[in-house]
């Protein structure tokens, strides 16, 4: 078969327009977008206005309308070209997908339909039904933030709400607090309560955001500064100074220097979804990176690494997600490798030791990344579990899991190997963003790319020998990867011990101490306590996990009980609550219950209740979402439904 064969195979089976939108987007080039949104702290709403410089790509029969994206908004008033169009219409409600606005260009201006250049604008607002903010009293006063990935654009603003379409944007923000939203600040920002931010390089909807509340600002490097509320300002500003321009330079030297100025990031109220979002200028983080520790500026790298993968180059649908992500987990393991290179050659390891101890920390992170393809693998929807996914009435948030990431990215590392390393792979990467930079692209055309750089360089037969069927469509796990466990065998020595001790059943003493871990580092700890969780289920027959034992771990392992890490705090209450055999009044459960009801981070949060389902009761878990289901945010909050069977 040929490359352009097999290509158009691949295209052929997926879908060619984008199936989580109702809009007629490919219709249109958006050649600009002004997108003003003002605040009304008292009412909980935002009231906007949405300019869109469009031009019509149609040449023979010009389309008739243009067709948007809403979601429970309320439209106020709609122009083309400067005039009023009252024959605008909402299609009913579709659940998820919501009403198509259909804006007709012929009904009061003749014209309209034979130009090709068109401006359309809407007046709206928000209701409360809206997915993609959340209005909360914050530490210091009134707050609003929004996330509108995947698809929840649509209901903070009428869009082509797919990721296929990008748009340069000026933004407007209007209000009584400062505002934040996804492009670089204008100067006199703030001396009313205007604040203008422009967005040169074209973005996709999804990357729309808006922050206001009682923000401060620290510098975190040259070119960054992070902002969060006063109190934990300080806090925010340790946590990444040490690293973030560090990590601003390795990317540039794995792909290509930094287009956007500036990375900023913000931290926000615990009820953040998300542990990062990848906001151009902005990126949004969770505060539970804020440990103290250092050990969580990973999501820094993460967010900055999408910078290139998904915010310069950005997959053309949801259904290949993993464009996005495990191109960004790929790039962000390279970061991580490359950090820790960097740091053994400054203890003074020469400069071989160094790199192999670089690809040892990366290895070292491949591994937790592979443990948990497995076990989402082994629970989740298989058709999610496909690198390549069908979205056809379908919500991309019930997709969503480490599949796109981890699949993804130990698909870019299988290619890597396959090819020759990471001397033949970097030329590629710089390639490939080079080549798709401002666009959008789909999974076949990253095959198309492959070839369209390997095949004059003689590698096809390596690039034909992959079967490509199978790690695109199919379901499960891919072959598994030869990885250096030189940091993970120390972890796995201890953790064998444990589950000998309960296998050989002899309970009198407890023969361990939190001095015998004293030597792991951050990351070794959360391997530990995943490792442990892997051992005690694979425990049966006669042998067994003893409740009272594990009733003793808080009291030979102090440091993880107190941990205020997420991370830990996640990890170490389900060897606990799982294996423990605990009684919903007992402090470990309610102190675990408060905690889940003050986090809002959906990594912890949903794999919590869960967890309070299995190893408490239904009921329990249901009484403590009750209590603080108004906390979370309502992405989050659907999602916990679910899981609880509530929905
Ligand atoms: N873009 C994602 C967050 C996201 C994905 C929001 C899908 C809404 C829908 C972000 O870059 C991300 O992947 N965050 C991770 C960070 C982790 C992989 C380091 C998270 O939130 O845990
Ligand atoms: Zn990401």
């Known amino acids: 078969m040929t490359a352009t064969e097999l ?45 869109y410089d469009l031009t019509n790509k149609s040449t023979a029969s010009a389309t008739d309308e243009v067709v948007l994206d809403t979601r429970d908004l309320t439209i106020k008033s709609v122009k083309v070209n400067g005039a009023e169009v009252n024959s605008y219409e909402l299609s009913s409600a579709v659940p998820i997908y919501g009403s198509a606005l259909h804006i007709p260009l012929a009904v009061n201006d003749a014209k309209v339909n034979t130009t090709k250049k068109l401006d359309v604008e809407i007046e709206f607002e928000t209701t409360e039904k809206c997915t993609a903010i959340q209005f909360i009293e914050g530490d210091t006063g009134p707050y609003v933030f929004s996330q509108c990935q995947a698809i929840h654009a649509r209901s903070l603003f009428p869009c082509f709400d797919t990721p296929a379409v ?29 604040y203008v931010f422009s967005q040169p390089i074209p973005i996709p909807s ?49 792909v290509f220097d930094y287009e956007w100025e500036r990375f900023d990031s913000l931290v926000l109220p615990s009820s953040f979804p998300y542990g990062g979002m990848e906001i151009p200028n902005m990126t949004q983080l969770t505060p539970t990176l804020i440990c ?22 950005t997959n053309c649908s949801w259904e290949h997600f993993w464009l996005n992500e495990g191109w960004t987990v790929y790039l962000e393991r390279r970061i991580v490798g490359a950090i820790a290179q960097r740091e053994a050659s400054a203890s003074g390891k020469s400069a071989e030791e160094a790199e192999k101890y670089g690809e040892q920390m990366r290895h ?38 480490r599949i796109p990431y981890e699949k993804g990215s130990f698909f870019l590392f299988k290619l890597e190997n396959k090819l020759g390393g990471k001397k033949e792979f970097d030329p590629f990467v710089k390639f490939y963003f080079s080549k ?20 004059p360089r003689g590698k096809k037969e390596i690039l034909d020998s992959i079967n490509w069927e199978r790690e695109l469509f199919e379901s499960g796990l891919p072959d598994k990867p030869e990885l250096d466990t030189t940091l993970a065998d120390e972890v796995y020595a201890y953790g064998d011990k444990w589950a000998e001790y309960f296998e050989a059943g002899d309970f009198q003493s407890v023969p361990f101490n939190e001095t015998d871990i004293d030597s792991f580092e951050g990351e070794q700890n959360m391997l530990l306590l995943e490792y442990l969780a892997d051992k005690f289920k694979a425990i049966a027959g006669d042998a067994s996990v003893s409740p009272e034992i594990i009733k003793q771990f808080p009291k030979v392992y102090p440091k993880f009980a107190n941990s205020k890490n997420g991370e830990i705090v996640s990890a170490w209450n389900n060897l606990l609550l799982s294996y423990g055999q605990y ?55 659907t999602m916990i439904e679910k899981d609880l069977d509530l929905a």
């Open 7 to 51: 290509v158009k195979n691949i295209a052929r089976k997926s879908h060619e327009l984008d199936p989580c939108t109702r809009s007629n987007y490919s219709s249109f080039n958006v050649n600009h977008t002004e997108l003003k949104l003002s605040v009304d702290f008292s009412k909980k709403k935002i009231d906007g206005v949405v300019k």
């Open 364 to 401: 070292f992170n491949l591994i937790g990344g592979w443990n948990a393809l497995v076990e989402t693998c082994e629970t989740f929807d298989p058709k999610f579990t496909k690198l390549v996914w069908d979205l056809e009435n379908g919500d991309p948030d019930d997709a969503f899991s």
């Open 292 to 313: 103290g520790d250092r050990t969580q500026t990973k999501v820094m790298a993460h967010e900055l690494a999408h910078s290139w993968s998904g915010n310069l180059v």
């Open 583 to 637: 009684k919903s009044e007992d402090a470990v459960v309610q102190e675990y219950a408060e905690w889940l009801g003050h986090t809002g981070r959906m990594k912890y949060a949903r794999p919590g209740y869960k967890l309070l389902k299995n190893g408490i009761s239904r009921d329990f878990a249901i009484e403590v979402f009750t209590k603080y289901k108004q906390f979370y945010h309502p992405i989050c909050r």
């Open 436 to 455: 798709f930079r401002y666009k959008s692209l789909n999974s076949a055309e990253f095959v198309e790319t492959l070839y369209e750089f390997y095949e």
């Open 206 to 254: 999804y990357l729309v955001s808006i922050t206001s509340g009682n923000l401060a600002k620290a510098a975190i490097g040259p070119r960054s500064d992070v902002y969060s509320e006063e109190p934990n300002l300080a806090a925010c500003q340790w946590e990444f100074e040490k690293d973030m321009e560090n990590y601003l330079q390795i990317a540039e030297s794995l």
């Open 166 to 194: 990008k748009s340069p944007y000026k933004f407007i923000g209007i209000s009584s607090s400062k505002v934040t939203m996804s492009g670089l600040p204008q100067p006199d920002n703030g001396t009313t309560d205007k």
